[in-house]
């Protein structure tokens, strides 16, 4: 179906939140943290705006609207609404909402806090405009822009040397993977001659039936495998750690680590279904949610438990999109939804109970359910979800992803199966400790006296957690609203789904689902054990890929330091080397590439004094070689100048040949003259094989050049800038002479341009004439007249 097209409304909801970032500061100069009040309707009224997108993308209805940015290179800010935009804005928004809020409460106080709602809003900005975004690089434009505003929020508190090492490895991580994804689409771009998604999908079959699908699907993976932490580049991750909470909370549920899944999934139509993708993607995704399932049983850090299983559940949403099989899709769809709810409720309850408690240790912690009544209620309830059981949106996705891969294809049905089932139940271990041991047993006393947190904390775990309940209850229009468009968007056709709370039969993924549980279970009462089983491992391993980019940033400091010293020696042979060189690769490595070097023109038939006009510029050539002085030369130097502008003269160009004759002329007298006054070294002192390969740059250099010169001239000419200057120098320059026309008016800012780089080198010649060098007064005064002086006395 074609999409319809719609007014600017939803482009000004993606810039909204850039319009809030200008006014926090001020808001929260005003009103201290009740700033977040009214600062919250923002994200709120876009949440209200694209829930009136619900109803029209359930039946099947998607929607384009597009401003021009840069139209004459075709690309637009455009938005493209479907299921799966429509899914995750609403998730941005929703919970960005409750993540303003908590910011005002848990950084009361705080000095910076206007600054930290700015760069929040820029993020939730971002975060908008790469799931909304249509044009390919309007949509890189902000997926980069999550990776910069993500850094300015991990590293907010930049005093601490932790945050700043986390924000830049975040950024470095996540940058670098950018910029495979936007190789990626500009292939799609070279490949498809196309430079809209909503057009793409149209043809889903356009990459896969290309040449280049393995290297835009690699480029691709190499984006969305870094953005969501897929290993091995989970490290970063959990590092981020060092964020304030709330960045965690919206970092984890609705924003940036979910960009990858939003790339994979959106990209599906386009490069799923193939061998490839069924076999890489469900590889690393297992992998990756065993890995973050098995670190996330060592920590006992409320948020790094939670960072950790966040890889696991990124992995999971990653093996059950690479299948390509619907009902793993759908799975992923329900996944998605309900880890958005139960995590974003967690973290803000990590959060919660560090503010209050002094402390988010679970070894430290224990007894808080009476002291904090409310966040006990919101932990129990997004716990439940998390370790998916009934009556929850988690119990839900559980069964349909168990069905997806029990049925999927058999050779992978059954170690894809026994995947999700290990990572599930120490997902359920996890999310047993996290409220388990906080909240249970006696009463441990904490760094802070213990307390229930302010509204501002605990309304949008109360509202999230909730939020997971119901939606379950009336599973059957979530699957509606929710789940059937957004697989729509997944599999490229209208696809209605049939969502349950209750099993209506005992099959396999119930019977998986019990196995997961009681498998949980029974690892939860050994949790002391296999944390500390893992702690042996890790530390008889040693070596990890954080570690790992510790070494490789060090490596390319060490390199580039060793590269520096190399050319950056301040000399100016070496600098005028380097630039020979490369200037020598690029004008002969393209024709070398696409071996299209031009064919020699035949020789014209010159008269004999043509001829030796250029034998003469071949003698100064031959001269300036053999010259013993640089004055020498010089001067000779002068006679290729002179041959050009009598070749000029015969040619007839005569206004060329005088300015040339005139150039020469002064540039010989004044260089001349200049000599004089510096005390050079009369020879060249250069060893044999410096001055070999300074021979072969310059032979290079003028072999490109001319090489160069013939290919264009062997072009057709063009004449419609002749033509423009013969017709248009009388009327708008006033001027008949079209050469000084063109310097001095049509081209006035660069000749003036080229006359103050004439001036500044006038300048340094007259330095270098003022210098004097000071004779060794030992070498030239009489031995009786040097005097004797004695060192300085040291003050």
Not at 566 to 575: A, F, H, L, R, S
Request: proline letters at 5%; hydrophobic letters at 55%.
């Amino acid at each position: 179906m074609t999409p319809a097209v719609i007014d600017d409304t939803t482009l000004y909801a993606v810039l909204a939140p850039f319009a809030a970032a200008v006014v926090a500061p001020i808001l929260t100069r005003w009103f201290k943290h009740n700033a977040a009040w009214p600062l919250a309707l923002v994200p709120a009224l876009i949440f209200l705006h694209f829930a009136s997108f619900i109803g029209p993308v359930s039946e099947g209805q998607s929607f384009v609207a597009a401003k021009a940015w840069a139209p004459s290179y075709g690309i637009n800010f455009s938005v493209y609404v479907d299921g799966l935009s429509t899914l995750f804005a609403l998730l941005i928004s929703g919970i960005g909402t409750f993540i303003i809020l908590y910011a005002g409460g848990y950084l009361k106080g705080h000095p910076q806090q206007g600054r930290f709602f700015s760069f929040l809003f820029m993020f939730m900005g971002a975060m908008l405009g790469l799931v909304l975004g249509n044009n390919l690089i309007s949509l890189f434009i902000f997926w980069e822009l999550t990776s910069i505003t993500s850094f300015l929020l991990i590293g907010f508190d930049h005093l601490r040397a932790a945050s700043r090492r986390a924000a830049i490895q975040a950024l470095v991580v996540t940058g670098g993977g950018g910029l495979a994804l936007l190789a990626g689409f500009i292939l799609i771009i070279i490949t498809t001659g196309e430079i809209d998604m909503a057009v793409l999908l149209s043809s889903p079959d356009i990459i896969k039936d290309s040449g280049y699908y393995l290297p835009i699907f690699v480029l691709v993976l190499g984006g969305a495998f870094t953005k969501s932490a897929q290993f091995p580049f989970h490290f970063w991750l959990p590092n981020a750690m060092e964020a304030p909470t709330p960045v965690s909370a919206y970092l984890h549920s609705a924003t940036m680590v979910k960009a990858g899944v939003y790339m994979l999934m959106r990209m599906h139509p386009l490069l799923g279904g193939t061998e490839l993708w069924t076999t890489v993607l469900p590889l690393f995704g297992g992998l990756t949610l065993l890995v973050g399932t098995l670190l996330a049983i060592r920590q006992t850090d409320l948020k790094l438990m939670l960072a950790y299983t966040t890889v696991a559940s990124l992995g999971l949403l990653v093996m059950l999109t690479g299948t390509s099989h619907e009902k793993a899709l759908e799975g992923a769809v329900l996944y998605l939804l309900a880890h958005s709810l139960f995590k974003g409720a967690l973290f803000m309850i990590a959060g919660t109970i560090d503010h209050e408690a002094g402390t988010r240790d679970i070894t430290k912690l224990g007894g808080l359910r009476s002291a904090m009544p409310v966040t006990f209620v919101a932990a129990c309830l997004a716990s439940l979800s998390m370790a998916g059981l009934p009556p929850f949106i988690g119990f839900i996705a559980k069964e349909v992803l168990y069905y997806g891969t029990w049925g999927w294809l058999e050779i992978y049905g059954l170690p894809m199966t026994v995947t999700a089932v290990v990572g599930n139940a120490l997902m359920l271990v996890i999310a047993a400790a996290v409220t388990i041991k906080p909240f249970f047993g006696p009463k441990v006393e904490t760094p802070k006296h213990a307390h229930e947190g302010p509204v501002l904390l605990f309304a949008g775990p109360v509202f999230l957690s909730f939020a997971g309940l119901i939606l379950a209850f009336f599973a059957h229009t979530t699957g509606v609203l929710f789940v059937g468009p957004t697989l729509s968007s997944l599999t490229g056709v209208f696809t209605e789904v049939d969502v349950h709370l209750w099993p209506t039969k005992i099959n396999a993924p119930l019977i998986l689902s019990v196995v997961t549980i009681g498998f949980g279970i029974a690892l939860f009462t050994q949790i002391d054990k296999l944390r500390s089983a893992m702690a042996s491992t890790l530390t008889a391993i040693g070596w990890g890929p954080d570690k790992g980019f510790d070494q490789f940033i060090a490596g390319i400091v060490s390199f580039s330091s060793w590269f520096t010293r190399i050319v950056q020696t301040g000399k100016m042979q070496t600098y005028m080397l380097l630039t020979f060189v490369f200037t020598a690769i690029a004008v002969l490595l393209p024709g070398y590439l696409v071996d299209s070097f031009p064919a020699m023109p035949r020789l014209p038939d010159y008269r004999f004094y043509e001829w030796g006009i250029f034998l003469i510029a071949i003698l100064g050539l031959i001269a300036v070689l053999i010259a013993k002085t640089r004055l020498t030369a010089i001067v000779s130097l002068g006679i290729q100048g002179f041959a050009v502008a009598l070749i000029f003269m015969m040619f007839g160009a005569p206004d060329l040949s005088f300015t040339q004759f005139m150039v020469e002329t002064l540039s010989v007298v004044i260089l001349a003259l200049v000599m004089t006054r510096l005390n050079l070294s009369p020879r060249d002192h250069r060893s044999a094989p410096d001055i070999a390969l300074t021979g072969v740059v310059s032979v290079a250099v003028g072999l490109g050049l001319t090489l160069t010169l013939l290919a264009v001239t062997q072009q057709p000419f063009d004449s419609r800038l002749s033509d423009f200057f013969t017709q248009f120098s009388r009327s708008i320059a006033h001027g008949r002479n079209i050469v000084n026309v063109i310097l001095v008016d049509f081209r006035g800012f660069d000749t003036l341009g080229e006359i103050a780089v004439v001036v500044l080198a006038g300048l340094c010649v007259l330095a270098l004439i003022r210098v004097r060098t000071k004779p060794d007064q030992s070498e030239t005064a009489p031995p009786s007249e040097i005097v004797q002086t004695k060192p300085a006395e040291v003050r």
